[in-house]
Every structure is written in structure tokens, then in C-alpha cells.
């Protein structure tokens, strides 16, 4: 082992992100700068052919909520003057409830045409086998920072997953509501309807405050990641896969909604079909892990890796008991969500704080001062052994 997965060195690339460049918003001029800078990092490691797949993203995620509140709220106005005009009512937000719903399952998003757009991309390089490739891996590393949520604090972050599923609710409630009233006409149906529609007012207005905090630096979300990825790609120019293709997907607009993921999926989707993907996630951190099982971003959109993944994570683990690196359930939705949804294989390294939870997610506290090194070595001779297990 060579010392390009030493702790010093994977920082250099965390400060140029996280404190050079800065918070990293989608489809910004600093997400464009991350990637420059990636670009240059490849190059001067001797990867000449980087591939650019370009994508129009929202800047935040809080589009993915409002819209489908907003239309809620404009669907119950569309119903005011006619029983035919609330059976439609009804069915929009009916419509609305199931974008919402695959917002937090990081799927794509349908209503992403309403947001003003801007232009993100993702960075794609090969690194061929050096006999009879009998396999593809991809590994992921997202490139931009998300906004200080007041919902992830640590006083509130114990009620994410249920105000996001709250605010599921009282949109499909509101919609079933707006049908019943529509055939019936029925008072009672349309004061519970009213009732509803105050749960969605109370819902937009919590997402439309969740997006008043700025942008934070992305130490570990995701500087870190993008660090171990660029240390293995340092590596495997030393070091070879025998008979495995190794692709470094670094990732636009994850914050978003897996953009940058999906993107990839777009344009090789079938060349991928058996592929096998490691998605590292927010390893700035002491303890490190391969999660078992995701919640999402409600208490409806939990996923998990595939079996044939997670056999792979743990036997790695077996293998390697000195780093301490275990299987856990987490809090979080990330681009092993959006492989699953489409089919995929995929399983993720990501790392966790005392309580469990991902350490300052989504904070201004996301910075390099709070950033363990010793988590970024951990994470990448990790992924490291888990690239010659597989290569095995």
C-alpha cells in the first residue's frame, strides 16, 4: 500500500473544495469550479480522457417540496365553483402526493420543469483492466453542497422523517378529500378537506423556511467523499484492477435529487445493467460504515442495497477486522437510492456521528475544522479493499 490514502494528503483536496472553492451550490459557478479543479487533479495524475455528461438541475432541493405544495394549494382553488372542477382539484393533488413522494425516494423528479434550471454535469473516467475485464465497478462521489437546514438541527433532525411524511400525508388526504367532496358534495368531507389543506399550508411554510439558511462549505458533504475518490483514482494508476473496469463517476446536483446519478444511468444505463456500484458518502467522520438499509427522506421511502452488494460490503468486512468497519441502519437518502429505483446494484460508505446520524448534515457546521481526517483514510482503504475483493 502506497501512501496516496494517507489522511494529509486525501485533505489537501477537502480544503481546496470545502475552503478554497467554498459552498458548492447545483449549477453554480463553485460547482463548476469543483469540477475544474477535479479535471485538473485527473490530468495531472495522467487520466487524459475525462467525459463530461452535461444536465440542467434546480439549485435546491426545496423545489422538489414547494412545488408539489404549491399545486396542492392551487388545486384546491381550481375546485371552488364545481363539483367537476374539485374531482380535478382532487386528482392534481393526488398527482401532487406522488411526485412529493418520489422526491424524498430521490427519484426523478416530474414537476423539476416548473424550477428555474441551471446547467450542472457529471465527471466520468475509465480506468481499464489490465487483462480480461469480467466486471464493471463504479464509484460515486457528488460534487455540491447543500443549504444550513434548520430541519436537520440537532434539536430537530428526530422529527425529519416524520414532518416529511406529515406533509405526504396531508397532500393525499387533501386530494382523497377534494374526490369525496366532488361526488358527494358532503359538508363534513369538505371541513376535513379545509382541515387538510391548513396541514399543507403549514407544510410549504416549513419548507419555504427549511431554505432561508445559506449554502454550507460540504467538508464532508460531500469534499470528503469526492477526496477519497480522487486518492483512489491516485492509486489505481499505481495499481491496476486485474479484471475489473473501474469508472469514478464524480456527480452533479445530488442535493437535488440524485441528478447527477440519474444522468449517468441516461446515457449508459444498459451499458451498466451489471455493473457494480460504491457510492461514498459523508466520510468525514470517526466512525465509518456500509449501510444496510436507508430511510430516505420520509418513513415511506426506506431502501436498501441489494443482496449480491451487501454480501460484498460485509465479506470485506470479515476480511478486514482490524478497521472496524461495520454494517448499519441510517437516516439518509443518497445515489444508491436513485441505482435502486431504477434496478441497479449499489451500496454505500458513508460515515456517522456519536448519535448515529450524519454528522453535521446539512449544517454551517460542515467544515473543515469539524472534519476527522482519520475518517477519510479509514473510508478509502476501505473501499480500497473492497475494490480487490471484488476484483477477485
Keep these: 500500500m502506497t501512501n496516496l490514502l494517507l489522511s494529509d494528503v486525501l485533505m489537501l483536496h477537502v480544503r481546496k473544495l470545502a475552503e478554497e472553492i467554498g459552498p458548492r451550490p447545483a449549477g453554480h459557478p463553485a460547482e463548476m469550479r469543483a469540477r475544474q479543479y477535479i479535471r485538473q487533479v485527473l490530468s ?34 381550481l375546485g371552488t365553483r364545481s363539483r367537476v372542477g374539485r374531482l380535478l382539484g382532487g386528482m392534481t393533488a393526488l398527482a401532487s402526493a406522488y411526485t412529493l413522494w418520489r422526491s424524498t425516494c430521490v427519484d426523478k423528479q416530474p414537476l423539476a420543469a416548473l424550477s428555474p434550471r441551471r446547467q450542472s454535469a457529471t465527471l466520468i473516467v475509465r480506468v481499464p483492466s489490465t487483462e480480461v475485464t ?15 437546514r434548520p430541519s436537520f438541527s440537532p434539536q430537530l433532525k428526530k422529527y425529519l422523517l416524520g414532518l416529511t411524511t406529515a406533509g405526504l400525508a396531508a397532500v393525499a388526504s387533501n386530494g382523497v378529500a377534494q374526490i369525496i367532496e366532488g361526488l358527494s358534495g358532503s359538508k363534513s368531507v ?47 494508476q499505481q495499481q491496476p484492477l486485474r479484471h475489473t473496469e473501474v469508472w469514478l463517476a464524480f456527480t452533479g446536483a445530488e442535493e437535488v435529487g440524485c441528478l447527477g446519478a440519474h444522468a449517468l444511468l441516461d446515457a449508459y444505463g444498459d451499458r451498466l445493467r451489471d455493473a457494480w456500484f460504491l457510492d461514498v458518502e459523508m466520510v468525514g467522520t470517526e466512525e465509518i460504515a456500509y449501510v444496510t438499509r436507508h430511510t430516505g427522506l420520509s418513513l415511506l421511502s426506506a431502501y436498501r442495497p441489494d443482496a449480491e452488494s451487501l454480501a460484498w460490503a460485509e465479506r470485506t468486512s470479515r476480511q478486514h477486522p482490524g478497521m472496524d468497519i461495520q454494517g448499519r441502519e441510517m ?13 441497479y446494484r449499489g451500496v454505500c460508505l458513508s460515515g456517522f456521528g456519536p448519535d448515529g446520524w450524519l454528522e453535521n448534515w446539512h449544517q454551517t457546521s460542515d467544515n473543515v475544522e469539524n472534519l476527522v481526517p482519520a475518517g477519510l483514510e479509514k473510508a478509502s482503504r476501505f473501499a480500497w479493499a473492497m475494490l480487490q475483493d471484488l476484483d477477485k
Design 190 to 236: 369538505a371541513k376535513f378537506r379545509k382541515a387538510s389543506l391548513w396541514a399543507v399550508v403549514t407544510s410549504l411554510l416549513i419548507a419555504l423556511y427549511d431554505e432561508t439558511g445559506p449554502y454550507v462549505p460540504g467538508a464532508s458533504d460531500n469534499a470528503s467523499a469526492v477526496a477519497c475518490v480522487l486518492g483512489l483514482a491516485a492509486q489505481l
Design 331 to 343: 437516516v439518509i437518502g443518497e445515489e444508491v437510492g436513485a441505482l435502486r429505483v431504477r434496478g
Design 134 to 148: 469480467r466486471r464493471t465497478l463504479v464509484l460515486l462521489a457528488h460534487t455540491d453542497s447543500n443549504k444550513h
Design 44 to 77: 495531472e495524475l495522467g487520466y487524459d480522457e475525462v467525459e463530461t455528461l452535461p444536465f440542467l438541475t434546480p439549485d435546491t432541493w426545496g423545489y422538489a417540496l414547494g412545488n408539489p405544495l404549491a399545486l396542492t394549494l392551487a388545486s384546491n382553488l
